[in-house]
């Protein structure tokens, strides 16, 4: 059993900690701050939590967060940065479900945030918490950047093509839908349901924040050069991601479906569909499964992978608790068997 | 441990009751039968299961449903009546989530199903499902009628202004608002995306089926003779049930907001919120709690109660779970204790 | 030909004036106001209005709004007070699309809004513009209170039965569901789409600042009491309202869908659905339409009105612009003929 | 005055038609074929109509179709090819909303279609009616095969592109997303509000009808062969279109949005929008207009361009009043001025 604490609790991906945490076999929440509702009970303002938590959001400022074992970051971007060094300097294990440790280049990170990094030597301390790539090092962390939601399907989509050498590394498209609670809690325009309802259009078509990580990661999985696009496109759902990737085959004759199976076959949260399939992203509603399926359409040089996942379960949250698992020796499922809910 | 078989596992009730006995720590799920998908896998029609059950659809006309010690029907209305008694002569218990078993008036079945009910005898033997009311009748059940989605959260709305003859029970008026989930899976237009979806509208509004089932659970409650207007609405979300109810008070005066929370203190399933707060179908979703909370407007003599649940949870497959945990004397609990997803 | 002019264009009911007005044969459309966007082309912050019309917001202070021969004001609550008696006295005509001018009690006004009336001389002077009920005051008025959404609706909804005498006015009920643009677009939690969307829930139930609208117009029709309940709910569709009504007959035998049907046979936007049929929100949408049909359940002493209307168009924008036909004089579907889109 | 007819008139398409053409000034329209609901009218089946038409429904074998001057189908694919024949030999123009002439080549036909081409000779004579690219064969048609949904805004997306030879014409991406509606309205799971609703998947990813017209369309605009991935999606909204179309410059330094603002210019229904901005499906909702933008990420050497129209509208029956228009000498915008309804 350890202690847990959330810093940033009135977020969206605070809540489905809260939901993951609060039925972990292993793990006692002990502390949840947020800087505007301090001293509220949490389930006063998640209702979905009341009789699940009996909580009341405390302030970051004062609270013992060094009396946790873990302490998870659900705070916007430019948050864990400040907070973070002095708990793992106090030998806390830090997750960090926020962008401030995902880059391992100072200077790509300052040039997408548009600021100083406030401990760059963390950067390269950090690991990386995709666990289909990273397991042993995740394992072995003090502090875990935990992916974003879009760098967490494209790169499970990507990755048994470019491990197996089977695409041009050039000329890489990754078109991706996010329903709209990836844009996080915040308030703005965009997010209005009568804005973000019955429409749908895509944004920052011009470069996204998650592009570098994107690309870092795919980096790392082969020699050649990444050159990707990467489109997103906001949809007017709540919770899901779907990427339609696309690649052009070095040679044909490969059979793809098989490499998919086969690469996925021991993990336990990558599904790969069979033949002819496609996800949907109501499939994955709040678990934690990423589901997987490829096409070669006419028999051409492309190869098409369709990816779903839940954003604030494997893209997020649930991913943050797969990683406490490994973390700390506990079953890697553990308290993260749910169902998919579907309809 | 004991063996459950769900007869009619393609409608989005045996879904959930999949999602929740395939997590159950007391049931092995042995059988789930359909006519039209035999042979098929579950996981096959419903990727949210893979992963999660290996069972393939069976044919209910060759399956060996009695070796199971429980049968939940998730069919249509007019099913189980003509299969449950074979089961139920075998010593089988059986758990109807349709209208077959609700009603204890034949006469009254007959008229608003349109046909001969097929067991009449049945209907007095049968145990009306909700645990807040008949809790120790369903621990003795041999065939429990689970009841229905409108019905269980309008009468856990009445119930305490019943209960202590707080209302005149002749003008009583519940505006009730579904998901459309609610309407079954069986296609039809007015369930197209394009004809329920950016639309609301009501429906049956001179009579819908469920009236005699609330009539009939509310009569119980009180000596007075009950009046009820019942207006359902389809409501374009997919999951849940907010009940608007109306009841004019008999005298002024009684703390009712008190009398609510006190008669719900210790039922794990029924949550009354702090005065002035309103629930939302959201906070449910997934889960099997009811949520209420009651308004005096202006002061004046018309109380209005607020009501949701998930009706597929609370309004249907958790309820039955709930049911058959009291049935067995397990946790009442056990296997429902899923916290709602939210957002 | 007249020159109209818009205070307020960055809101929902803005845009929508600027639909209907942009096409109006009768109306050149010479102003727009923003304090937050003057100065931008209203096609950049509306992208559907792009070759519509080729005006940019200016600002509210400098613009000669006096050089109009109509002004809509399309402002938040406790504007239009301050800015509309100038040009009132430069005789301008006004057609107030808030609450300012529609409560003939100041005192009332004031309890609701929790300020000072600014110009409590003009409450008695502004015409409540339902043309149902005013026109020949409206054809003669110079200010006029466009009326609510909700209690447009409401009023229509109950009217025959008041005017005929016909029901206890002691115990009248509206339970009402409004999509999510009547709430503005304001930035709020409560209408982020993912807060929004898959829920339902009801909001000042005890007590929305419409209520006292609702029932001066009520009164008027009446010499009985007026007693209302109100409970107005959030509907995750972005147009639409939904009224569901219910009151007490005083006696049987009235044929009131024949009343319905021949109070507003002559009503160019009031629709009395054939006996039996449900109106749903969808089928008025973007339309000036009220569409209505009445039910007696169980032939008992409750009649239950349905009433369903675009709560931007004959909510809003739609009546404002039927109004401005009156007063004008021009035909009163001017402008006002778009068949409301389905699906 | 011209006398129209609709052939098939219980769809979203003739739905829209009826929209259309009860507000345009030149048509009367004079008959409407459904074979399921003959005899009843046609505001009883959608009251979005009533008070529009007074038509009731015909039986399309014995209504004397040949009296109209043009006939529209509305029908489902191999429908249309049996039926119009008969029509054209009569003298009536006709214009087929269904995918029955607009391919070329029979074989192609046959194999998409699976069956054999009731009238190949036809092929040859209809007018594919893309007024952006045969305005001047449109005016002079007989048959007018009106494109399909996709079709249109892929064409109108790579148009430019190809007509400047700026792109590889063999590794051309088209990742499309489309509104329920689409799927049109009979009856399927997969567009049941429970499943297509918040969710979003891929389909058809290994081959989809709409491939060979837009394969056919794009070829006639270049010398170079087309190989074309397209990869449709549903979206979870009613209405909207979605084309995120990649392509491969063949060399840098073209001012691509110039190009395409220059090619669009005299356009009464493309709207290129500014730099940087974003197309959204809600902004043309209701409206013929197709929006389009593109970028150019990173610099680097791939094209995105992003268009978005109405499928009903731009991408059905908007176009096909359009071709109507074009075919008479109307004014090209006559009945078609509809401003997009927002929000």
């Not at 900690?17 to 701050?33: D, G, I, K």
């Not at 052009?248 to 086969?262: E, M, V, Y």
């Not at 790969?272 to 499939?283: E, F, K, N, Q």
Request: charged share 15%; glycine share 10%.
């Amino acid at each position: 059993m350890i202690r847990a604490g959330i810093v940033g609790g009135t977020g969206y991906t605070g809540v489905e900690l809260m939901r993951f945490l609060s039925r972990h076999p292993e793990v006692e929440l002990a502390v949840v701050t947020s800087r505007t509702e301090q001293g509220k009970p949490v389930s006063g303002i998640f209702p979905s939590l009341r009789g699940v938590t009996d909580l009341a959001f405390s302030n970051p400022e004062t609270t013992a967060l060094s009396s946790c074992d873990l302490v998870f970051f659900a705070t916007p971007s430019a948050t864990a940065m400040h907070q973070a060094p002095n708990l793992l300097d106090a030998g806390v294990k830090v997750i960090d479900l926020s962008a401030d440790f995902r880059l391992r280049d100072k200077d790509e990170w300052e040039r997408w945030y548009g600021q100083k990094h406030a401990c760059p030597d963390y950067l390269s301390k950090a690991v990386y918490g995709l666990p289909e790539v990273n397991r042993a090092q995740i394992s072995q962390a003090q502090l875990i950047a935990n992916p974003g939601c879009y760098p967490t399907v494209i790169q499970l989509g990507f990755l048994p093509l470019l491990e197996h050498d089977l695409v041009e590394t050039g000329s890489l498209i990754a078109d991706a839908k996010s329903g709209v609670s990836g844009a996080g809690r915040a308030l703005s325009q965009a997010t209005q349901f009568c804005e973000a309802g019955e429409s749908f259009s895509a944004y920052s078509a011009d470069g996204h924040r998650h592009l570098p990580e994107i690309k870092q990661g795919l980096s790392a999985l082969t020699p050649g050069r990444i050159d990707l696009v990467f489109v997103p496109h906001l949809l007017p759902i709540i919770r899901g991601i779907h990427a339609t990737l696309y690649a052009r085959l070095k040679q044909p004759g490969a059979d793809i479906h098989a490499i998919f199976t086969s690469r996925y076959a021991h993990e336990p949260y990558v599904d790969v569909l069979p033949r002819g399939a496609h996800p949907d992203t109501a499939s994955v509603s709040g678990s934690n499964v990423c589901r997987l399926s490829v096409f070669q359409p006419q028999g051409g040089a492309t190869v098409v992978v369709l990816a779903v996942e839940d954003n604030l379960v494997k893209g997020a949250a649930g991913q943050a608790i797969q990683n406490m698992n490994i973390l700390y020796g506990f079953d890697e499922t553990a308290g993260l068997d749910h169902v998919a809910i579907w309809p």
